[in-house]
């Protein structure tokens, strides 16, 4: 499993001063869908206004030329994932997001059609969350209870998207980014967790993992001092380890 | 029920500027249990090393001429409760503290003892987050899973602790606080959320509510726009809600 895997994890949706909607990394949307993918499944499950969230997804996939199908359009989400070519999960809240997926029954779908059928999965952010082993590294706010923080796992490993290095001259008492992931490892049988910096993204295709973007991420291993690593670096270590939360 | 309840709701554990452990409020601390507690049982649950925490949380509280039992050295968890004279929650992981609570069968327990028995409570940061109806406006990382994120209960909303303004020099792409507590009030049936930044709590006594310390609050009503309070404010109104999330 995962021989046919093919995965675009990206950190965050928008970054600052590189255009709109997912406009610091269309090349490499483009790149990773090719010319053979001709519609994407959207899943918009993470934003409340999920009309807003397809129109604004489908005039950007537009403009790269794809056709966009959203799941939140279709009277058998189930099926639509057994039906796709692509699937991209975007941004938002990722409570909200895991559990609508629970809702609709549609995690072994997603999961097969990725690791044995080899239909590409982009993720943005939430999306990007979703595709690890679980949630356990959001930084969103827990506005829903999901049945399980289990996710997709789709790789062995978490990521902590929109990875954000402390503010030194920040006064306020709040635990940083790392302090957090540092609680997490504190838990047994944690899995690594990769922080992703806004801009830059993971690209997976099958036992090869390379980071892609245009600044550095942080990798926290249990037990061991975090490491930094520069946008090429290859990641495809982390594919090695065990799964043992997979769904 | 109520009517007895006395609740000393901290934002945060520490504060710029302003001493150690506890230092910004340990007036407010003093006042609040008086002279009639002698003793105070700590629950260090939300932090990993937990005799460092209660070593911490006690000399804090011997130096202001309480003794302080840890309920992690009791051999009976539920009963230190029943005899306890006064509760004292600490912060740390939200997630990890509700967790235990249950794990150790405490909520309802605890609930009793404040509600009916009028036991004096205070909680700051997580031990103020799991005092609300809910855990759902944390600002932690979910590292464990908890069976709920139904908390205490013991007022009819929620609380976010360390609220924090937005940063408009930040570059940075992840929402807002702001936007992540409306995120939350797009749910139905989501209670008040009183943001306390950093420096402020909430005094609760009977079925009044006031906010003491030195910074504003920032109370959001789902559907209506948020609402800036000076220390002082008269916030016993929104001990008037009905609690539709209660344990």
Redesign the interface.
Known sequence: MGGSRRLLLVS??????CGGYLGHCQQQVAAFFGEKVKRILFIPYAL?DQDAYAKTAREKFESLGYGLDSIHESSDPIESVRKSEAIFIGG??T??LLKALYDNSLLLEIRKRVLEDGVPYMGSSAGTNVATVS???????????PP??QALGLVPFNINP?F?DPDKKN?????TREE??R??H??PN?PPVLGLR?GSMLLVEGDKATLQGVTRARLFLRGKPPTEHEPGTDFSFLLMAGNPQAP
């Not at 965050?12 to 001063?17: D, F």
């Not at 006064?171 to 635990?175: C, K, L, N, S, V």
């Open positions: 965050n949706s928008r970054l600052y001063g409340h938002g809240n409570f909200r949630i356990n590294t959001t930084n969103d706010m827990p506005i829903v209870y399980s923080f929109h954000l006064t306020h008492m709040g635990e957090r992931i609680q997490y504190e838990e944690t806004e």
